[in-house]
């Protein structure tokens, strides 16, 4: 590539401090493995006092968010609703303001792997942390605080797509960008979730005609997205009726585990003016071969024939749940089945590929730069190996230049950073009951029948209000 030497030497640098830092990344701490265990039986107590005690292991200094939204989520499920509220506010005030930074400083960053700053969030985090705030100043009886959570869903969900492009242009404009940046299409505009919690305020209000709005995004939402619900609307009309019997219980259920990220593995292969991508993974019946499984090309000007450089992206993998059903029973009759409101495991993903294309290309051009950088510095090593005239000069040389290849290679991990303690799926149903108090459990079911049985005690159903029940199986 056409760059000025000088210029090249000074990247080298940055390129060595960089890969000091990546090797002070941290690997998952065995901890989290009692906190994930404690968390899916229930043991939500014994789980955030792990987590907290462990914090500084746990977590770096740039993973703050993270921190506040593990915290956070767990301290929802343990029925601490006020410091969970705290916490997830924290959570999403740190996205905002590291995300506003990521864009003012975007030009001249594109050297930086993302595992060396701050970790500024999914869009989903971002977007469902107002989802469990709006739940916490239900717990805490204030409809006004949820309302205002439900509504900054909305709008993020209108922005999601603008502030990325906002992204794309800024690394655009960077030295080093021979490519144009650009951003993946969102298919989620419209939470089916977000909406019935506002149903839920408008009705206990006695607003019909706010809940009937509701209802109308609601179905839109199954509607206009139907690849993000591919599944039955689990309510009817009677959401937005009031109930025959003076009391209406709504139901809330959630389970299993939100996706992770995973490494890929591809390679840069380069041509006049164009760079091909390979990716390729290994089989159980290629015995340690890689197999190809992709292929793509295209143009990147000034780059030239006969680089091959490794580069890892990170890619979300599904967790999913091990709940298959999910039944509501009441004064020990079974009610009936609740059924899926939101596929959030799947927005998660969707969610991601707005900001795919930015990390896939931001990821190239560094791959590219850097690894120029060290062929030309290993082509130095190698030389004044051979002119020192000394066979310990050649292999000096030589283990240098292996060396390097090692550093950059540690140097352009995908970074895999995600909050744990979000589930897979919401699921919701609705009883016209009595006023009055009723014992409510919840049952999950999974292929081998029934998996545990959530005792939610004395719910008290009134004539108004938002008579709203949740339940949360972690796995």
């Not at 970790?119 to 409809?143: C, K, Q």
């Not at 950073?417 to 979000?422: G, H, L, T, V």
């Amino acid at each position: 590539m056409n760059r000025n030497l000088d210029r090249l030497i000074r990247r080298a640098l940055i390129v060595l401090a960089l890969v000091v830092l990546s090797g002070c990344m941290t690997t998952r701490n065995t901890k989290f493995v009692e906190i994930d265990e404690a968390a899916q039986s229930g043991d939500y107590t014994t789980a955030i006092t792990t987590l907290e005690d462990n914090n500084e292991d746990l977590y770096r200094d740039k993973d703050s968010v993270l921190y506040y939204l593990d915290l956070g989520m767990l301290q929802h499920y343990a029925g601490e609703y006020s410091a969970s509220r705290q916490n997830l506010s924290e959570a999403e005030r740190l996205i905002e303001e590291l995300f506003t930074r990521s864009v003012s400083q975007a030009a001249g960053s594109l050297i930086l792997n993302d595992n060396v700053i701050d970790y500024a969030g999914e869009d989903f985090e971002d977007i469902y942390l107002n989802v469990f705030n709006a739940l916490n100043f239900l717990s805490m009886n204030d409809p006004e605080g949820a309302f205002v959570e439900v509504r900054r869903i909305n709008t993020k969900l209108n922005l999601l797509e603008d502030k990325y492009r906002d992204l794309a242009q800024q690394y655009s404009r960077d030295d080093d960008a021979t490519v144009q940046f650009e951003t993946g299409e969102s298919r989620f505009f419209n939470s089916a979730l977000a909406r019935y919690l506002s149903l839920l305020l408008y009705r206990s209000q006695g607003d019909y005609d706010g809940a009937r709005i509701d209802w109308q995004e609601m179905q839109e939402a199954f509607r206009e997205q139907s690849n993000l619900y591919d599944f039955a609307m689990p309510l009817d009309d009677s959401v937005i009726q009031p109930p025959e019997s003076g009391g209406r219980l709504s139901v809330l259920a959630f389970a299993g585990e939100a996706p992770i990220k995973v490494a890929e593995t591809l390679w840069i292969v380069t041509s006049p003016n164009m760079v091909s991508i390979l990716y390729a993974e290994e089989s159980e019946q290629s015995q340690g071969n890689l197999i190809p499984q992709g292929f793509a090309q295209f143009s990147y000007p000034g780059v030239d024939d006969g680089y091959r450089f490794k580069f890892q992206l990170p890619r979300m993998e599904m967790r999913g749940s091990d709940v298959q059903r999910v039944r509501v029973v009441i004064d020990g009759q079974p009610a009936g089945d609740l059924g899926m409101l939101e596929n959030m495991e799947q927005i998660a993903r969707d969610t991601f590929q707005v900001r795919y294309p930015i990390i896939f290309i931001k990821t190239v051009t560094r791959t590219i730069i850097k690894g120029i950088i060290a062929e030309e510095g290993k082509d130095r090593m190698q030389e004044a190996g051979r002119q020192s005239g000394s066979i310990a000069g050649l292999i000096g040389g030589f283990a240098a230049s292996i060396a390097t290849d090692v550093a950059v290679d540690a140097s352009e991990q995908a970074d895999l950073r995600m909050s744990r303690y979000f589930p897979a799926y919401a699921y919701v149903g609705e009883w016209d009951i009595p006023p009055g108090d009723h014992q409510v459990e919840i049952e999950y079911y999974g292929s081998g029948g029934l998996l545990r049985v959530d005792d939610l005690g004395t719910v008290t159903v009134g004539e108004d209000g938002v008579n709203l029940a949740t339940s949360y199986y972690n796995r």
